[in-house]
């Protein structure tokens, strides 16, 4: 509907313009939103603010040239000028019964636009290293990256869902040093653990596991690990300390048993991943590995792009990227002294294969720390020769645990987190999924284990399934009655439908089309819960005020049963895309 009414607008600004009587720029931009007082209408316009400025005119002259010129449609009942110079449209009966209709007729696929009639977009979400366990802060990240694309998949956009797999680089090594230092507690060597070293039992699962596939073979002496290492009394000490380490390590296994130890670890962390991921809902259509970028030439096809371009440079042994010249707030290095490439060296190559890859935007979710890589990324697109406008960020802030009104406390490396799993385990899957995305991805998140759990209607994910339910027990009641639902005949009769609670969630229902667009047009699957949340009100208002099951007049069932079945149908069709389940029984 509010498609609509732009059009209709910018038809009468068109005739205006025609004729004379307002010089309009023709991209001045429509807007229309839907009002939140009903006195006020369903829909309102307010070009005639926009336009006052530069046509010199006032605002309440413009509204009324502008409605004077409105073509008539069938879904508008009438238009106020309210205030200022507001245009406030109210919808017709027409237009509530052809809501109802298209519910019903269109099912599932009610508020789902054509595939591929917006852009194509690539999204890389999650992409936490395979370091360790997913934690709660992960899991926000996860059911926001997954709920948008489902809800930009249904507003027209083919959505590539990628995850990126970190499998190369320094927090690996220091992953693999880490079992391996397990390994040989477990083989019965004395050994010093380092302090930035990973912990966590989970570490010792990892090194169960190489000791059950490679025996003592990785065996050597503690004395061996350890003498002449430097020591590590401060944080710039255990630095060298975990590099000459992992150096020790290669050293002593070879490349051959090193790689053993790093396999183990990686393939069982990417693993481990992809399950708890798999069991959240959320799963991509590939797992992009860093290591491919190197075997795959892309690393080095992207370096010599830059070089060609004039964008790098040697300094001290080591190569240059001259980032800061292209809005990055310092200069880059690509190659190390040493020869290997950096981090940011895959991140080029990487963001130069989403490009080819992609038609249309390469959408990077990524948390609110990693704010510093979206200058870095439109930098390095600039250098690469692609329009860093084909990049979209999109941070997502942290989750804070609360149990009991206290915050529970978390530490990463130390292993006293909460992993996403525990979460799962502790509240479930749906109410995991609707709190993660509750509130925008850009405010913080204070999730409240308690509210989660309780089952209560101030929780909101509860109230909204427990709607559905109420929906799944009118229909058994049918049955029981032995009564008919006839969905031709509450079509025919759906004047009946004239209460104020009826009325109120039909309007609620014809704005679902509209909830799906603004939210992928705004990044924000928080628009989609809040609306489920607001139809379950309207469906629980009517519920508590209504007879459904009416025996001596068949029309009116059958009508009501129409619009218990409509709002059911958009129930599911919302809590699918937000990845929540729509219960039977409660």
Known sequence: MRAQIIELVAQALGYLKRDGELDIDPATDIQVEQTRDASHGDYA???????????????????ELIRARLPQSKRIESVDIAGPGFLNFFVSQRYLRIVLREVLARGESYGVQEPGSRPDILAEYVSANPTGPLHVGHGRGAAYGASLSAIMTAAGHRVHREYYVNDHGRQMDILAVSVWLRYLELAGQRVSFPSNGYRGDYIYDLARKVRRRHGDSLRHSGHKVSDGLPGEDDNADAEKHIDALIQRARDLLGEEGYEACFSVALETMVDDIREDLGEFGVTFERWYSERALETSGALERAILRLDEAGWLYRQE??????????????????????????????????????????SGKALYIFGADHHGYVPR??????????????????????????????KVQMSTRS????????????????????FYVMRSHEQHLDFDLDLAKSHANDNPVYYIQYAHARISSVFRQLKERGLRHNQAIGEEAIQRLDADHEQALIRILGHYPEVIERSARRRCPHVLAHYLHDLAAGFHAWYNNSVFLIEDDDELRHARLNLVAATGQVLRNGLSLIGVSAPEKM
């Open 317 to 358: 042994g080591a190569t240059w990227f001259k980032a800061s010249e292209l809005g990055d707030d310092k200069d880059r290095v690509v190659i190390r002294e040493n020869g290997r490439t950096t981090y940011f060296a895959s991140d080029l190559a990487y963001l130069l294969d989403k490009l080819e890859r992609c």
């Open 377 to 406: 990324l439109k930098a390095a697109a600039r250098g690469l020769g692609e329009d860093p406008d084909r990049l979209e960020f999109q941070l997502v802030q942290f989750a804070v645990l609360f149990r009991g009104g206290k």
């Open 45 to 63: 316009c307010n070009i005639a603010l926009v336009l006052a400025k530069p046509l010199g005119r006032k605002p309440r002259d413009i509204a």
């Open 415 to 434: 292993g006293s987190f909460v992993t996403l799993k525990e979460l799962r385990e502790e509240v479930g899957n749906d109410a995991a999924r609707y």
